[in-house]
């Protein structure tokens, strides 16, 4: 993976409360490994998000009239939508693991 070093010199303050710098945070956390519970969070999600788009697709091929388009595309969710489901699964058997230190 690539290294970031963050360049906090131009950063705004606001007085009272610091620099704003969330983004730039979960940025530097993803760089460096980030935390798996929530990667797999994440590629659930963006399963999830997959699917829908493909069920959206589906949904204009077949208001027009595209049945072979639109059923491609039904197909393509329903396989999006299950691999979504294995990884919340997944993920939330990992995020009920506790792990001593």
Do not use: C, F
Request: glycine residues 6%; without cysteine; charged residues 25%.
């Amino acid at each position: 993976m690539l290294e970031h070093t963050p360049d906090r010199s131009r950063e705004k303050v606001t007085p009272g409360i610091g620099p704003r710098r969330a983004h730039k945070m979960r940025g530097d956390y993803v760089a460096t490994g980030g935390n798996t519970m929530n990667v797999a969070h994440r590629k659930a999600a963006e399963r999830h998000d997959l699917a829908a788009h493909a069920h959206r697709t589906a949904a204009e091929h077949n208001e027009k009239g595209n049945y072979t388009a639109a059923m491609w595309h039904s197909e393509r969710a329903l396989q999006y939508s299950d691999q979504a489901y294995k990884l919340a699964k997944e993920a939330h058997t990992k995020s009920g693991q506790i792990v001593t230190v």
